[in-house]
T-cell receptor
Framework: GAGVSQSPRYKVAKRGQDVALRCDPI?????LFWYQQALGQGPEFLTY????????KSGLPSDRFFAERPEGSVSTLKIQRTQQEDSAVYLC??????????????FGEGSWLTVV | AQKITQTQPGMFVQEKEAVTLDCTYD???????LFWYKQPSSGEMIFLIY??????QNATEGRYSLNFQKARKSANLVISASQLGDSAMYFC???????????FGKGTTLSVSS
């Protein structure tokens, strides 16, 4: 597609429920990133994929967070046993390659998660 | 550790005026990239401008320019001729050396009035 597509746009989950957030990057983009953005804050890095390989998951806050990109295109961020502090916007982004090569990353509109 | 600092929580400017949004960074890497993004209330992060650490000239993109002062580790965004549609949150960000992440600042809210 023309841009990074994320679904669902809005999700309300009961505490303890599992959620799955989907990201469809720009076609041909090798790199895919997930970010978490709390209200009024800057985005915080969660994880990075190069094709299907998850090369950096240093930002995942706990083992309840899991991301995959099995075929090197669409990615899913899964949050198990959601807690109230997980309430945030989850942003997906993609780029042609690594940022060290001067590539720009393009963000989707985000998935707004509210845990009640 | 890398860090981005944006010291202006909010800025106010009138239409057609220029405005500078401040950004300083801290890194021990020799090679890095600096980015500015705009985030309107709709939530999408919109790429504005990029500056590589080895670029000798300041980057420009239309009404946006980046005032890059490497020795001072600053990368301020200059918006010329502000428009009402420029009202948004602005984030400065830096890539890590591995190129696997962008590190963001806390952002500056820009309000443009008529």
């Amino acid at each position: 597609g023309a841009g990074v597509s994320q679904s669902p746009r809005y999700k309300v989950a009961k505490r303890g429920q599992d959620v799955a957030l989907r990201c469809d990057p720009i076609s041909g983009h090798v790199s895919l990133f997930w970010y978490q953005q709390a209200l009024g804050q800057g985005p915080e890095f969660l994880t990075y994929f190069q094709n299907e390989a998850q090369l950096d998951k240093s930002g995942l806050p706990s083992d309840r967070f899991f991301a995959e990109r099995p075929e090197g295109s669409v990615s899913t961020l899964k949050i198990q046993r959601t807690q109230q502090e997980d309430s945030a916007v989850y942003l997906c982004a993609s780029s042609r390659g690594r940022l060290s090569s001067g590539n720009t990353i393009y963000f989707g509109e985000g998935s707004w998660l509210t845990v009640v | 550790a890398q860090k981005i600092t944006q010291t202006q929580p909010g800025m106010f400017v009138q239409e057609k005026e220029a405005v500078t949004l401040d950004c300083t960074y801290d890194t021990s890497d020799q090679s890095y990239g600096l980015f500015w993004y705009k985030q309107p209330s709709s939530g999408e992060m919109i790429f504005l401008i990029y500056q590589g650490s080895y670029d000798e000239q300041n980057a420009t993109e239309g009404r946006y320019s980046l005032n890059f002062q490497k020795a001072r580790k600053s990368a301020n965004l200059v918006i010329s001729a502000s428009q009402l549609g420029d009202s948004a949150m602005y984030f400065c960000a830096m890539s890590n050396q591995a190129g696997t992440a962008l590190i963001f600042g806390k952002g500056t809210t820009l309000s443009v009035s008529s």
